[in-house]
């Protein structure tokens, strides 16, 4: 599940299609815009990424877990700076949260990674000196992969290191591998053995836990900016950004 700047947090019978409410988000000069969510394995838990309304990214913003039965908050954390990315990790007892939006200021306080174990309410800074531009997180959510670093397409300047690493839930880093592009998005096999990452016209897949190249699709020049592992006989979907 992901949002962009929503007012309130959707979710949907897979059955009839239906829209049910899941949580209402805080509103009137609180924080009411949603930037990213995810759902936990079990489905029981939501996680949301809040924003205040008009607000520049130096602005506070809150990560919240809900009940998805009840629609009630269970816990809450404020951040100095507009978070971004949000998921959930370890069986959904805590959730890893990227602070990177892309920047030509590399080193910024919001080029971190933290992990927010919330029903204790603590959070860990995994990595604080490598933009993070994408997350996923693999089967089971004992393991999450990053795509980190990027170029400057304006002025060719490097911002951080581009590499892809993978992670163990705990915050240990697994293993890493140089990426020679900007990578767009990045998405896990359903069995976990495969990690895709897209660039500017292609998709490369690396298996698990080396991070060896196996693969590589290149349909168009055209930017791929969506990426999701199919279950057709085709391996792979690539195409235009999807909410």
Not at 99 to 114: D, G, T, V, Y
Not at 121 to 141: S, Y
Not at 202 to 221: Q, Y
């Amino acid at each position: 599940l992901g949002l962009r700047f929503a007012t309130a947090a959707p979710a949907y019978n897979t059955a009839t299609g239906e829209s049910v409410a899941l949580a209402d988000a805080p509103t009137a000069d609180t924080f009411d815009g949603v930037v990213d969510a995810d759902l936990s394995h079990d489905g029981r838990h939501a996680i949301l990424t809040l924003r205040k309304a008009d607000a520049s990214e130096d602005a506070p913003s809150m990560i919240a877990v809900y009940d998805t039965k009840t629609g009630g908050e269970l816990a809450r954390h404020l951040f100095d700076r507009e978070m971004y990315q949000v998921d959930f990790i370890a069986g959904g007892k805590a959730a890893i949260i990227s602070e990177h939006k892309f920047s030509a200021i590399p080193n910024r306080a919001e080029q971190q990674l933290l992990k927010w174990t919330w029903r204790t309410d603590e959070v860990a800074t995994l990595m604080d000196d490598n933009p993070v531009t994408g997350l996923a997180v693999g089967p089971g959510g004992d393991r999450f992969a990053t795509i980190e670093g990027y170029v400057d397409e304006d002025d060719n300047t490097p911002v951080g290191i581009r590499r892809l690493a993978l992670w163990n839930a705990d915050g240990t880093r697994l293993a890493e591998t140089p990426l020679d592009f900007n990578a767009f998005r990045i998405a896990y096999a359903p069995d976990g053995a495969h990690i895709a990452v897209s660039g500017w016209g292609f998709v490369r897949i690396f298996s698990v836990p080396d991070l060896a190249v196996v693969r590589e699709f290149r349909h168009s020049t055209d930017r791929k900016t969506s990426r999701d592992y199919s279950v057709d006989p085709a391996p792979l979907q690539s195409g235009a950004p999807s909410i």
